[in-house]
């Protein structure tokens, strides 16, 4: 059997071993097939798993796709979905395919670590859950092995309500991040940053949320001295999309910015 | 290995190869050539196609994974005897002009208006995002559509 169409997780997991390639909304692995970088020659195809296409509360499961998401999702992720390439890509893409890419620039992956969400990861013998951070291991590189599914994205139960996500490209719409990042400020004056795209997995700016988080009511010399930390603490690199050094600009800026929103 | 699922309300069956993509099948398998292949990942809109009733780039869908599926493509949407109302209006409109990115235009468009019969022209900039038209030709495209939304068009 070249292609599997399991409906349900366990028989997904029955047949997932090395070798064998997961396909959720297929808006990445067929470009890399498209273009000769990768081929298949063993798929699971997920797109019959009704459950996971179950999104209760502040479980998401790994089949939601961004059109779900842009329509029912909280703020900060809402806004990142709704930039998520084109309406036919949101259609078919998912935030569990977009977390087993793990691209740098996936524009999912700063709300995830600015709230601290947790991945789960089943195989056929047990199912477990990392953190964020434990879960993106490098460029496209993650936790993931061979014989388990990305099966849900956990989001904390108390979100703080301001909370902001921001995108810089070249174009309004079917733009791959230069920068993203999203912000969010809890009552008591916490402040979260993470950023995309400027390092091999997505980061958090402790420093700029440390000083910011200390401050109640951040002064324009404060969000000045936000922005310069947040500048500072990302690790950008140069590629056709651009440079190190914009991009690190652009950060600082654009965490800024979103502070900005989150203290209005 | 054969894959069988409806195209255009018809039952195909067809032989596949893994892991080629539902367009290549749908142009070069089933003789289907509306859908065009241009980019090959997603940026262009032109080989648009409504899979299971969602609008797709049909050169991201893999054509293995169609199985059981309902696919409409650009020559499903009206007839050479009845255009269908998008058809219409950007024939009107003068809404072509090399003509390679209308198929896409013409199913974003119809998918737009089966879901929103009315759409803003913010909601129809949106809608098309995703559909690329090298001409630039997109103002007689965005007028032909806006006649649509507003049911002027002739």
Redesign the interface.
Same mark, same amino acid.
């Given at each position: 059997m070249?292609?599997a169409?399991p409906t349900s997780v366990n028989e997904a997991l029955a047949g997932l071993t090395e070798g064998v390639t997961p396909?959720a909304?297929?808006?990445d692995?067929?470009?890399e097939?498209?273009?000769g970088h990768? *081929?298949?020659?063993q798929?699971v195809?997920l *797109?019959r798993i009704a459950e996971l296409k179950e999104w209760e509360g502040s479980r998401i499961g790994s089949g939601v796709t961004w *059109?779900r998401i842009e329509r029912d999702g909280p703020t900060a992720l809402a806004e990142a979905a709704r930039t998520v390439?084109?309406?036919?890509?949101r259609?078919?893409g998912t935030i569990g395919g977009n977390l087993g890419t793990a691209s740098p620039a996936g524009d999912g992956h700063p709300f995830l670590a600015a709230v601290d969400a947790t991945i789960e990861l089943a195989s056929s013998t047990a199912t477990r859950t990392l953190p964020w951070a434990e879960f993106f291991v490098g460029v496209k590189k993650t936790a993931r092995r061979d014989d388990e599914l990305i099966t849900a994205v956990n989001l904390p139960g108390n979100l703080p309500e301001r909370q902001a996500f921001g995108k810089i490209g070249v174009r309004?719409?079917?733009v791959i991040a230069t920068v993203c990042a999203v912000v969010t400020r809890a009552d008591d004056g916490r402040v979260t940053v993470a950023l995309g795209s400027v390092a091999p997995t997505p980061i958090r700016a402790p420093r700029g949320e440390a000083m910011i988080s200390s401050i109640t009511s951040p002064k324009d010399t404060d969000l000045i001295e936000f922005q310069r930390l947040v500048s500072d603490e990302v690790r950008p690199i140069t590629d056709h999309r651009s440079t190190e050094e914009y991009r690190r600009h652009g950060a600082g800026i654009l965490a800024r910015r979103l502070l900005e929103r989150c203290l209005r | =290995?054969i894959v069988e699922f409806s195209v255009n309300g018809e039952q195909v069956s067809a032989p596949v190869t893994?892991?080629g993509?539902l367009l290549d099948l749908l142009r070069d398998g089933l003789g289907l050539p509306g859908s065009k292949d241009a980019c090959?990942? !997603?940026?262009c !809109?032109s080989c648009?196609v409504i899979l299971d009733g969602?609008?797709?780039?049909s050169?991201?869908? =893999?054509a293995?994974?169609v199985?059981?599926s309902s696919v409409t493509t650009v020559e499903g949407i009206g007839s050479e005897e009845a255009l269908h109302p998008v058809q219409e209006a950007m024939h009107q409109a003068g809404a072509v002009q090399c003509g390679f990115c209308t198929p896409g235009f013409v199913v974003?468009a119809a998918d737009l208006f089966e879901r929103n019969p009315h759409p803003t022209q913010t909601e129809i900039r949106?809608?098309l995002?995703?559909?690329i038209c090298r001409c630039t030709g997109y103002g007689a495209i965005l007028r032909a559509l806006e006649r649509v939304a507003t049911g002027s068009a002739q």
């Open positions: 070249e292609i169409h396909l909304g297929g808006t692995l067929m470009v097939v498209n273009f990768a *081929r298949p020659v798929v195809a *797109r *059109r390439g084109s309406p036919q890509i259609n078919a309004n719409a079917m | =290995m893994l892991p993509s090959e990942q !997603g940026e !809109g648009s969602e609008l797709v780039c050169c991201l869908v =893999m293995a994974d199985a059981g974003a949106e809608a995002a995703g559909n």
